[in-house]
């Protein structure tokens, strides 16, 4: 599959909202050992007001969506990271502008503004431990794909992979952020949580992409 349309890529967002329900309780659980304990409900809520807003539009184009998501993550969940991911996808719907359908080289450019987006919000740099170290990842694994003429499911099944190890590579950091950053060295060894929430949007573009391909 090399496009898709906006109206099947609104079916996007009822999978993100069902998974950070089921996600609710392991993030909370994550997040209580370096921060709030408030990130699994905090990502519900967001992705659900989300999922709510896209869905209750008329036909919109792919930027619109994006907008739209953000907008309605930004009022649902107005915490640290609820501003990071409505930032995300403001600063990725501006990447699709214009676009009628959704190429590999769109889902790069998406993800490129999404992570630099979020850096600049974050003020956050590669090896912070933050949820940067997994967003760059994708981008950049979206651009090889895109280079090389890939289909959009082996793209999204290479930026969920490059998610994953990039993920797991957190483990190794050490929080320069946040009330993570109070930890310090306690904070090594554990995977970071905001890694954990882009992760989880890898694995759901990928899930959706080869659910599409499916058929």
């Known amino acids: 599959m090399q496009t898709l349309d906006a109206k099947t890529v609104a079916g996007l967002f009822p999978r993100l909202a069902a998974r950070f329900e089921a996600e609710r309780d392991a993030l909370i659980e994550l997040d209580s050992k370096v921060g709030d304990s408030d990130l699994g409900l905090t990502m519900a809520k967001a992705f659900r007001a989300a999922s709510e807003a896209v869905g209750a539009l008329d036909a919109p184009d792919l930027s619109t969506q994006m907008k739209t998501a953000g907008a309605a993550i930004a009022k649902a969940a107005p915490s640290t990271m609820g501003t990071l991911m409505a930032t995300g996808f403001l600063r990725g719907s501006k990447a699709l502008d214009g676009a009628a359908a959704l190429d590999v080289a769109g889902l ?62 957190t483990r190794d950091l050490v929080a320069q952020h946040g009330k993570a950053a109070a930890f310090q060295e306690k ?29």
């Open 108 to 169: 790069a450019a998406f993800w490129d503004a999404y992570a630099n987006g979020v850096a600049m919000r974050g003020k956050a740099a590669l090896g912070d431990k933050t949820v940067l170290d997994v967003l760059d990842p994708i981008a950049r694994r979206c651009e090889a794909e895109a280079g090389k003429g890939a289909s959009l499911e082996e793209a999204c099944a290479a930026a969920a992979k490059a998610a994953a190890d990039a993920l797991e590579a």
């Open 187 to 215: 904070s090594r060894g554990l995977q970071d949580a905001g890694g954990t929430v882009a992760c989880i949007l890898a694995d759901e573009f990928n899930g959706f992409m080869q659910a599409l391909a499916a058929g």
